[in-house]
Structures are given as structure tokens and as C-alpha cells.
């Protein structure tokens, strides 16, 4: 961290901060220009808080020159983290396809589904139990019962399932689910982040709305400094003021967590644009841009499903996208990260 | 709701159609124009989703004529809404000031700014026991320790209290709390929002870094449909493209949050902007915009605060601040809502 | 477009509505529901502002159904513009590279690079002579010299020309340049657009840091109303609150406007990202999601570069990427317009 | 200008790069840390590109101490500048109010709205004559006729004129305007700016839709550095997310920009709201947080008004909004800026 002081700063106030920096391991170089004095931070500087350095009386300005993240950091990691699910590997240079309703209704639908996506080249079931709806007024999910509905469906198809959490008092309920979702609007519910930080179970950690990349590593690392490195990344679109699509899908946040972190990274086209038609595009665009996976909404009869029906594609439309995605597959974008920056 | 259906729309899915909005106690009013069937549904359209009702085959689009929520809407409720804390009246007319540290740092620490902040006109005793933070490094807050600091505070001044709750599983400890904070990063965390709207204390509900003005509406609805009508809104400003403030303060939203709904809206100018220098004039504007209270962060030493230092007054800031909201106060814009629009 | 009425609505007032829309060559179907009258207009909607029907007194709100634009819409003009510019064909199924340095700094320079892009398989070159720059102190381009050198490149290699117009009174330089380009920050420079809409010079219009699809497809339909219709549309990425790259490319809106209008749709992965290492993976995503160009920045020397630098590949990295589109093009997103929806 | 080297840095690429600063008159101090070498650059770095900078190899990062601006710096000229237009002083310590309809519809009813705002306290009147509108097909303004109008007004009436510009070709028409307006779409229109530099007719400068106040500077210093100092700088609400507001309103803005500079800032709520209901808070918020002046649309006849009829007060409405401007005033903030900071 490089710190700027005030040309009016005071050398006891300077002598004060230096020693309050000693007492979090921070070594201070101090170098003097002609009008400005500078302070070279050195040591863990990820455990200091950059607002309240510039807080302090003395600073004008400071600026990281690390990245606050640790554990999350390809610097510190380089080669890439691949989680394994039952058998399925996230992160090993292969398109894992996760695909299924946005909530489940009833048995046979989720295993109509799970069946069917498991034929077009699926690895994993996705279905929500949990809701986390705009209004109370909506349909909320079906809560435990729709956890138990997944789990007859992983029995049948021996498809491992993805899950959204909403709240620490359900996570029980979740012992057979294989990774749990920390959806959108819980990416910064540091609370359940650090619960599922003492667990070992895989975390799927969708990008907020109006988060940055930076403040989603954050969020990895405080489910990784609990122990738990199972991160899964996902970008699914952010808030923007286009309304054409639902959220704007960040492609160029693909390849660049990718740069910056060694944790695999997956896409959710069907959240980020909100529209099917949109879907196939964006999940292709992801594909070629190095995305690790894809989480894709299908429903059998979209135009009557519970929730999320605009966006769904139908069982045929994810089988054509299926195929296509394997054609593209082979010259997708492969971050050489190594050396340089 | 107006839903315009598709010129290739076939009678029997139109039959279908009706058929289910009248299991769901909508009626519908057909309406045959030139080259397009628009259908007028009547009835607690609230309940709907909209975009469920787009996914539909035969729909091409629909538009809500009504507000999706009720029990927050001034349409049915035009009188404003008057919260009693401990006889401190939020909404009836006041400019409630309600002032503190970020976080609760020592009994001494939150005693004296108590003190200070009451001498100087505060009505209420804001102070962060737990603290959302975006690092995991960071100061997470003293926890039930500051809750019981705080709670000496309170019995030292009579100021009631404001802190804020990050997971249910703390709502025992709040007991003593006047009004439970719900911070901008869980405005849609809906099962905490569940949680509070079974309980009868008072919520202090803070709009999300992404969420428009509809969407808090929605939230304080999720509480309010529980049973629990007493929510305090906060405009705390929103993610934007600046970054010479930390965040971009709504003023707009107070009054037409006011126009919209009864329920009293509080502003945030500390969180809004994030530099200390800004809280004076944000905090005069949004008196003169209407504002039923302000939340300010006020700090004996701002510069060796645990956090947020760069945003907190200090206590002769504060005093001076609240002297001129004084002067301001009666010239503030009046909500004439009854009548027009 | 659909109109819903105040229910205190006076008839007279209606009347004169009515009167006023026929004038306009709008015919008026009223249809009176339980407690809303709805009229539906029927005819150029397109040249009616929807604001100003909003601001009429009797009026509650109003909607589009169909889109503001026309000439600019596939819904008229159902299949795929194709521009031919001195034999290069832009919308025809091709992915047509443009590539050349941000600025032009001199003719060995840019002949150089004009020589290299072609071998890498470049069919146009870009080189900026006018340059829209934040700071008045920065280099403001080499103005009517570097339009000389563009055509010494030209002549060299036989790549048409593609350069950035910042005034109209400019124009008479561009008589050899092959497609006007109007930046971002000139999408609605309105006087711009329809003296480039008088002319017959294709022009490549690119979308604005905060423009909607919708506008962009707008500032297009100044400049074929104008009666020109070579209008060649760019996605350069929006300015949203993330700041890892410079802007945020919207890779959605690349099928989304060509589901929309029938005109060619091209990427500038360079400006979107401002990251050099970014443009591959997000040229790539561009070309998967059915993009039909690609407008990319190469300078020989990119430390040296007299702008933007940052972003601009080398000759070999452009090299390496031509070569991986052409892999992925056979597999790319065709947009299937025709029929649904 | 701080700058970091990157580690892997050569002692010959530093040398070059030190020399080339010395052309540019920067002089270079270097310290050396524990593990980074910083660059302490000196001397006249608005000229320095922060981009090129960034672009050089031996580069990891650079960050700016001083801002980048230097003629509308208040650092540099902390005295408030006053602009006089024929008697009527703005950034004078007053809130001067600018009023006037969207658009001239005609001499009568221009002239009918001018005597009417300025016995409401007008002291400038403002009306459109070139319109920048979104659609082709809507009213573009009366153009040349509009000014000729306009200036009928002010014969009548005494009120100095503001109208916008948007085109450098229609300059000469603009003798008689006493403040030329470039609007929001044209902030980042060089050209424009350049030539209004070149002139000494006052600038009213609005703030873009999507532009930093640091890019408002900017624009600003494009026309300071060409000789005009004249300028006033207005904030007129940026483009996010939110709907409910035509436009998001940034009231911090107003105190921000004062303090970092000494030019005069207006508020434009009209335009930041499109909703006539919001302009009277936004406009009292602008007066609390110290603004030196109001654009304010009026029209006598908003629903038939052929522009932004949403957004225009009637002139009751501005006579009532006047007087409680006045009893606001003395208690608006102040910028204390000399001293801190």
C-alpha cells in the first residue's frame, strides 16, 4: 500500500501512525520528494482497512497495490482450483453444463427434467426450494419439500444437485444437496457466508447486482478464510440502466476473474437477460470467453412454469444449445496468466 | 393490469387464460381493437406476478396500472404514518435526528458521544454492534458486547437506540433495541424481512445499492404483510458510475417515496456520501426535501474510529449541523399528496 | 400504442384528444373497462412523442407496443442489410476484422500497420486523425495530415478506410474516407446525424456510454430518415459502476439489436475493455454471440503509442486472434428471426 | 503523479522513460522501497496522460495526487468567480433563477411566460429554439425563428437570455443569446467546447448523463484553456438504474463541485426528474446544499405544451416555489473551503 501524506502533516502524528502500523506487522518505507512525503506499506496489507488509512489525519491519499484478497488470489495460487462434485470437476478446462427449472413444482416435473438435461449433456441438476422473490406476494418456493423432490431426482438420474440457500437456519436441510447457491442478493450476507465458510460443502457464489469483481473475491475469501476453498464463482449479469435485457451479462468479468483468481468461474445467462431467445447467444459468448460452466434455466412447459417462465428454455433449445456449446468448446479463450502482469 | 395479447393468439389458450386469472380472483375485461386484443384485469393484481403473466404463450406484453404493493401504498392508506419510539415520534412532522458511531467501540466511547449527540439535539442512538464489512480482515464489530454497551448508553441518556441486525439468528439479543436496522446489503434478504414482520419492533429498512424505490416498497410489503406496520424507510444513496462520492444520495426518492407511500422516510448522509464534508449539505437538502428524520454518524475522534472515520462528524460538526436543520425545518417541502395524481 | 385514462377523465376533454391524434393521422379505438378506459392508436405511432401524450391532462399513462423507430426496424425490413464498401461486404454472414492504431501519429506508422493487419486477415483499417480526449492538455490527433496518411495506407494496401468524425464542419476531409465513424460521445449529436443522413457515405454509428439499444437504434433512424441507409451499428460497451475494466461490454446487445433491426451489428472489444489482455476473450465471446465485425485496436508499439495504448494489441496478438475467430466463426449464434415472436 | 514500478522493471527503460518526462517538463523523484521503486512525478502533470502513463512497460500502476484540471481548480484560484450577464450576477452568494419554457412555441406565448417568471423573481430567461430530441420524427424546435422570438422576450421584459447551441454552425445566430447552453448530450462535444473557448460569451456547461464531475471539469477546462472563463456549470441528474426519476439527481454534486473548483454551479430539477410534482423538493434541496442558481421550466400551458410538458411548472407553481426559495436561502450551506482539505 502506498500512502500520501499531508504536506501539513506533524512528525509526532507520523511517529503515532508508524507505530500503530508496527502493531499490525505493517513495515513502513518512508521516502521523501520535493513536495510530498510517501509511505511504502509492506507486509499483510490485506488485513488493513484502505478507508480507514485515509482517515487518518496525517493521509491525503492511499492507494493498494495488492489486491485485498488472499486466498482468492491467483498470485498466491496460480494454478487453478478444480472442485470436484461427486465425480463431476469444476475448473478442469471442461464446460460443465448445470441445467434445470428455476423452481421446482412437483416430482415428475423436476425428474422430467433431470432426465431430459441429463440426455442433452448436463452434469448437474439446478432447481430451487428457496425463492428469493421481489414480492411476498409470489410464489416462495416449496422449501424442504422441494429439497426432498431434488433428491429423488439425483436418485434417479445420479445428476449431483445445485441449490440456492436463503437463510443459516435451512442449511441442514441441505446435507444432500451438493453445492449450495448463495444467490445474487446474499453475496455481501457476510453472516451466512461465514457459516458456509466452517462447512466443506461446494459454495456457488452468484456475483451481485450491484457488486463489483472485486468486492465477489471478497466474498470468496470470507467463505475461504473459514476453511472451506470450494468456491465456485458466478457471473449472472449486473444492474445497469438498460432495460432491454433484465441485467447487463458482464462478459469481459469471465476472463478477468480468471486473470485474477484461481477459483473456477460459471455463467448464468439465463438470470443475467431474463429473455430465452437471449439465452443461447450469451451462453456461447461465455463459452468462447473461458467460462467454467454454465447454470441454465429449462423447463418442459416454460410458458406455464411457476417462475422465471420467460427466461427458460425448453428441453429441445437446451439440447440444440448443447451441442453447438461442444463445437465451440475447443477454441474457447484459455487464460495464459502465468508470468507477465 | 393491462395485458396485450398476441395478434396469432388462439381462442382456447385465451379460455385457459381467463379461466386461471379467475381461480386467482381476477376478472377480466376483454377489449377487441384493430389489431390488437387488450385485456383489462380487475382484482387484487398485486398477487401477480408480471412476469409470469408475460411468459404466457398468447401475451405479447402486460403493464401494471396499479402499485404492486398495498399495505405501503398511500393510495390506501393516505394519512402518514406515525411511528411511536419510546414517545420519539417518527413521521409526524419532525425532523428526527438519530446520531452515533459507526460501531460501538468501548462503553466510555459510546456513553460520551451519547451524550453529546443528545446535548446537540439527537432524539436517538444509532451504534453498529455488528458491522457489515466487505472484507473478512476487517473490524467485524463487538458483537452482543456492543449490544450491551449500547444498552447502558441508553439507560445513562434515555435516547433510544438503533443498531443493526445482520442474521436472525441475533434477534434475541435485540431485545433491548428500540428499531432494528436493516442494512442496504439485506433489503432483500426476505427471510430476515419474514422474521421481523412477525415481530412488533420497529424497522429501520435501508434501500439497497441497486434497488429502485419500487423494489424497497416491496420489502417494506414482506414486512408489513406479516403483520408488522411499523417500518421506517432510508434513503442511504446508490451505485452509480461516480465515484468522487461513495455513493450517489437519491434526494429525489425522499419525496417521492413520501408521495407513494405513508410510511415516514428517513436519509443516511454518511453512508450516501462517505466524506464528512458532504454530510452537512446532504443532510440540509434532504431537509429541505421533506425528510421525516436523519441518520448521522457522528464520532468523538474521527480519525482513530474503528471505522468508517472518513464520514463521521465530529461532535461540534454535528452540533453546528443540527442548529442550521433547525432554521431550515419549517420552509421544508410539504407532501400535498391528498387530491391530485 | 396504448393509453389508459384518468377515471376522472371530463368527455369534452376526450374529444379534443381525439381530434388532435386524427390531425396527426391517428385513428382512436376506445375500449371502457370496469373502472379504466383504454384507447388504443392505431397508425405512425412512431411519430408521436410518448411524453407528450403522458403530459396530457386527461391521460394516467400511456405504453408502445410496437417500436419508436421504423426504417431501422426488421419488423419492416425483415432481412439482413448488407453493406458493400469498395467490395468489403458488411452483414452478409462474414465476421469483417477493422483493425488498425487508436491514433494515426504518422505514415511510416501507420502504413506499417496497415501492411500487417491486412496479412493477419484485417479487411478495412481504423486509425483515428481526430480524437475526442477527456483533457484538453492530451493529444487531440493529427486532424487533416493523419486523414492524408490514412490514405496513403489505403492506397499502400487497398483496405478501405474507416475514420472518427468530431464536427460537421470536417466533413469535405473525409471525401476519401470509406465509413464515417461518430463516436460514442457524438451518438446524439443530432446535428451530426442527419448531415451524415444527407450524404450517402456509410457510417458507423456507435452506441453511447449511457445510451439504450433503443436510442442507439434511434440516432440510426436520424440518419436514415435523412435517406441514408448504410448505417453500420457498434457496441463499444456502457459506463456502469464496475471500474476493473474501462467500460462494460454489453455482449447482449448483440443479438438482442440484431433480433431488432436488420443492420449489421459490429464489436470494439478495445474500448469496451481498455485492457489489452481483455480483448481476445471478449472478441471471441462477440463472435460466438453472432456479431458481424469486429472493430479492433493494433499499434506496433503499444508502450509507445501516442494514445490508449493500454488496449491496443500487438501485430502478433492480433495475428493469434484472427486466426482462433476464424475457428469459431462456422459455430456462431445466427440470429433466427424470422417467424416467432 | 505517483508511479509504480513494475518489479521486473529495466534500469535502461527507466532512463528512457525519466528522459521523456524531462521533454515533457515533469521532473522525477525516485524512492526506492522494499520491494517497489515509486516515482514521485513534479511539475505541471495535468499535460500527463494518466493512461499513457499506465501503457508503458515498465509500468504497474500511476495514480494522480493532483487533479487533473487546473484553470477551473479552486486550488489555484480559491475565490468564488462571479458571472455577470448584463447585471444579473451568478456565484455571486444569491440563487439567481433561470426560467422559461422547454421550448419557444411562439412570440406570444413566450413572451406571455418571460413577464410571468420575472415577476415571479426570474432574473434570466431561458427557452429552447434547437431541441435535441431523441426521435427524429419529434419536434426539433423553431430554430432560428425561436431565437428571434426569444429575443422579442427579452426587449420586453429586461430578463438576459439562455438557450442552447447545438451545432458550431449556428453560432452567429447566438449574438444576441447571453448565455449559450451545451447540454448534456453535447458535454463531451470537443469541438463545440473548443470553439465557445475561443469566444467570451458566457458557458452554462451541462453535466452529461453518464460523465464524472471529474469529466465535467474537464469539459469545463476545454473552454477556460482556450480563453473563456465564463463558465457555469450545472447539474441536471446522471442516468442509473432507477426509473421512478426520469434522471437521478445528484445533489452531492452541488457542494463536491464547489469545493473542488471556483466556478459557479446551477441545478436544473426540471430535466433531473421529468416530474413537475419533483421539482419543487429537488429545487429546495439544491438551494440548502448551496447552489447559486436554478434552470427551471415553466410553461403556461403544460399539457399542451410540445416538449417536456411532464416536466414544466405552471407559473403558479413557480411563484410558489420562488417564495420559499427566498426563505431558505440565508440558511443554505456555505462552502467553508479556504484552509482544510
Known amino acids: 500500500m502506498i500512502v500520501i501524506l499531508k504536506e501539513s502533516y506533524k512528525e509526532e502524528e507520523l511517529i503515532k501512525f508508524v507505530e500503530w502500523l508496527k502493531d499490525n506487522e505493517i513495515d ?20 488493513l482497512d484502505l478507508d480507514l488509512i485515509k482517515a487518518k489525519e496525517i493521509v491525503e ?35 460443465t453444463l448445470i441445467a434445470g427449472p428455476c423452481s421446482v413444482e412437483s416430482e415428475e ?15 448437474m441438476l439446478r432447481g430451487g426450494a428457496y425463492k428469493p422473490r421481489t414480492s411476498p406476494y409470489s410464489f416462495q418456493g416449496m422449501g ?48 451466512l457466508l461465514k457459516e458456509l465458510g466452517r462447512g466443506n460443502k461446494p459454495v456457488l457464489l452468484k456475483r451481485g447486482l450491484a457488486n463489483t469483481i472485486e468486492e465477489l473475491l471478497m466474498s470468496a475469501e470470507y467463505i475461504m478464510s473459514g476453511g472451506n476453498s470450494k468456491v465456485i464463482l458466478c457471473e449472472r449479469g449486473i444492474r445497469t440502466f438498460e432495460t432491454a435485457t433484465r441485467n447487463t451479462f458482464d462478459v469481459s468479468a469471465i476472463p478477468y476473474i480468471k486473470e485474477k483468481s484461481h477459483l473456477p468461474v460459471i455463467a448464468d445467462p439465463s438470470h443475467a437477460t431474463g429473455i430465452a431467445k437471449m439465452v443461447p447467444p450469451v451462453a456461447m459468448a461465455s463459452v468462447a470467453s473461458g467460462v467454467d460452466g454454465l447454470l441454465i434455466e429449462v423447463h418442459n412447459d416454460p410458458s406455464h412454469a411457476l417462475c422465471d417462465g420467460l427466461q427458460s428454455l425448453t428441453p429441445k433449445a437446451f439440447d440444440d444449445l448443447s451441442k453447438v456449446i461442444d463445437k465451440i468448446k475447443p477454441y474457447r479463450y484459455i487464460n495464459a496468466s502465468e508470468g507477465d502482469n
Open 28 to 47: 513502513v518505507h518512508k521516502s521523501i520528494g520535493q513536495n510530498k512525503v510517501v509511505l511504502g506499506l509492506v507486509g499483510d496489507t490485506s488485513s
Open 61 to 95: 491519499d492511499a492507494k493498494r497495490v495488492l489486491e485485498p484478497y488472499k486466498k482468492a488470489n491467483r498470485k498466491f495460487h496460480p494454478e487453478d482450483t478444480v472442485i470436484d462434485i461427486n465425480g463431476v470437476k469444476i475448473g478442469a478446462g471442461n464446460v
Open 109 to 123: 416435473q423436476i425428474c422430467t427434467i433431470a432426465e431430459s438435461v441429463k440426455k442433452s449433456g448436463a452434469s
Open 144 to 191: 424442504a419439500d422441494g429439497i426432498d423432490m431434488l433428491i429423488k431426482a439425483k436418485k434417479q438420474t445420479g445428476l449431483p444437485l445445485v441449490s440456492e440457500i436463503m437463510d443459516i437456519s435451512h442449511i441442514d436441510e441441505f446435507k444432500d444437496v451438493d453445492v449450495i447457491q448463495v444467490g445474487a442478493r446474499n453475496m455481501q450476507n457476510f453472516e
